[in-house]
């Protein structure tokens, strides 16, 4: 016998159907609340509702539990590449060795991008933020793919569109950077598999080559795979609720890029860097930093701290703290705010304010010490995640379309006047 939630309102209860998921979480399905009581939930920032129901990656912030498709991100970080990854995602196993070729080369083959982009690019000002640019690019692919516009014309389309998006990405990111700069742009190259093209593309000068370093290539693979995916977060919300309209999968990412440049969202790792910057620069003093994250008249938080989901550890950070320093160490490298970010830690992991609301180091804290240590400029950190997160989006996109998921119109609780006569302006 399923279990049932019972409320009563004005006299009367109501049942409701629980929900069980197949990692024992539980939900009051409350779909026909408002038709049996006329009550609706009220739940700002959806901190106690679900949306949907999905079978793509379980988190649990209690444990410290993330996986894709059922698989430990522990393990996929470690021996996956981040194109294995993302078909896992997106398709829901991983591929055969056929499949990963395939799908890598079919990304390869569709890593350019239109000429009259570079029109585009030129529009933007010299120094313009890649988030910016990106987010703009992305949503113009579907006016240079029209056929790209109706998201249910068949399956080949789609995937077509899930191809070009993965393969034109890292192309759009690396020449919004070098556009940014008013540096010339590097093409892809097929010879490079998909971290190295990246690389290539940001960093191969006109007069030299750029010289994949191993560690680096292995150390952004890692970063991507770490980002792929987290459920429901702010900017999948975003996806999925601009793709319920039926509106086209570019049209959707793009939504989802400008809510992940959000500083509390995406735009953290960004911000983590800055903030330790500005601790340095202020003579290191971190106690006068951590009251400040701590006092609620300073608007000052501890960016890279803190989680909607996780008030214990966030399996990403542990991982990508012990790569931070197994980069730093590999390429000789001692950056002092690596040091300014452990004794944050180390400080806030004993301090009562943190512990009491499960404050701790997030995917953001320590990622922009690795990107910066591997040549990764500031503003582009972002871009980065976006770059990671792009299969999760496109997946969790995919299975709303594949679910037939009804068009997302939240209700709300009005508070505004009651009704009232307009006032000729003469006797306002
Ligand atoms: C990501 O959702 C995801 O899955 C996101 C993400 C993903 O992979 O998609 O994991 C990626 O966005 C990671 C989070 C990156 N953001 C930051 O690092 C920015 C700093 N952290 C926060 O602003 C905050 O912790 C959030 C936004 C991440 C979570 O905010 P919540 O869940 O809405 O919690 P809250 O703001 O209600 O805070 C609860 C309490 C408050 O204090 P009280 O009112 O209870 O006294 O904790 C305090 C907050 O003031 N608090 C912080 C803090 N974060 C929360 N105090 C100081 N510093 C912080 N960083």
Request: net charge neutral.
């Amino acid at each position: 016998m399923s279990e049932v939630a019972k409320i009563t309102l004005d006299g009367e209860t109501h049942e409701f159907p629980v929900v069980v998921g197949t990692e024992n979480e539980k939900a009051i399905d409350i779909s026909k609340l408002r038709g049996t009581t006329g009550y609706v939930t009220l739940d700002p920032g959806f901190k106690n509702t679900g949306s949907t129901k999905s079978a793509i990656t379980f988190l649990n912030g209690e444990d410290g539990i993330l996986r894709y498709r059922g698989y430990p991100i522990e393990q996929l970080a470690e021996k996956a590449s981040f194109l294995e990854v993302a078909y896992l995602l997106i398709y829901g196993e991983l591929p055969t060795k056929i499949q990963l070729e395939t799908f890598e080369n079919e990304i390869t083959r569709h890593t350019l991008v239109h000429e009259d982009m570079k029109t585009l690019l030129r529009a933007f000002p010299a120094g313009a933020h890649p988030m910016g640019v990106a987010a703009s690019l992305i949503v113009s692919l579907s006016t240079f793919y029209p056929e790209s516009q109706d998201p249910n014309r068949n399956k080949e389309a789609l995937n077509l569109t899930i191809i070009r998006l993965l393969a034109k990405l890292p192309t759009i990111a690396a020449w919004a950077y070098k556009f940014s700069k008013r540096h010339p742009v590097v093409y892809p190259k097929n010879k490079y598999n998909y971290v190295e093209n990246f690389l290539n593309m940001m960093f191969q000068l006109p007069t030299e080559d750029y010289e994949v370093n191993p560690i680096v290539s292995k150390a952004l693979n890692t970063l991507l795979i770490l980002h792929a995916d987290h459920e429901q977060n702010c900017s999948t919300s975003t996806v999925r609720i601009v793709g319920s309209s039926h509106a086209n999968l570019y049209a959707s990412i793009s939504a989802g890029i400008s809510a992940l440049w959000g500083p509390l969202h995406g735009g953290a790792n960004q911000a983590v860097i800055e903030m330790l910057e500005a601790i340095k620069a202020d003579g290191g003093n971190i106690d006068k930093w951590i009251a400040k994250a701590k006092d609620k008249n300073d608007p000052f938080r501890l960016m890279g701290f803190g989680h909607r989901v996780y008030k214990n550890f966030d399996p990403r950070a542990t991982i990508i703290k012990k790569a931070a320093d197994d980069v730093l160490s590999s390429l000789g490298i001692d950056d002092p705010v690596l040091d300014i970010a452990k004794q944050i830690e180390e400080i806030a992991l004993k301090d009562e304010y943190f512990v009491k609301r499960g404050l701790y180091p997030n995917v953001d804290f320590y990622s922009g010490i690795i990107y910066r240590a591997i040549g990764i400029p500031t503003e582009m950190f972002t871009v980065m995640f976006a770059i990671g997160r792009l299969p999760g989006w496109i997946a969790q996109w995919k299975e709303m379309l594949e679910d037939k998921a009804p068009i997302g119109r939240p209700r709300q609780i009005y508070t505004g006047p009651n009704k009232r006569d307009y006032v000729e302006i003469e006797k306002r």
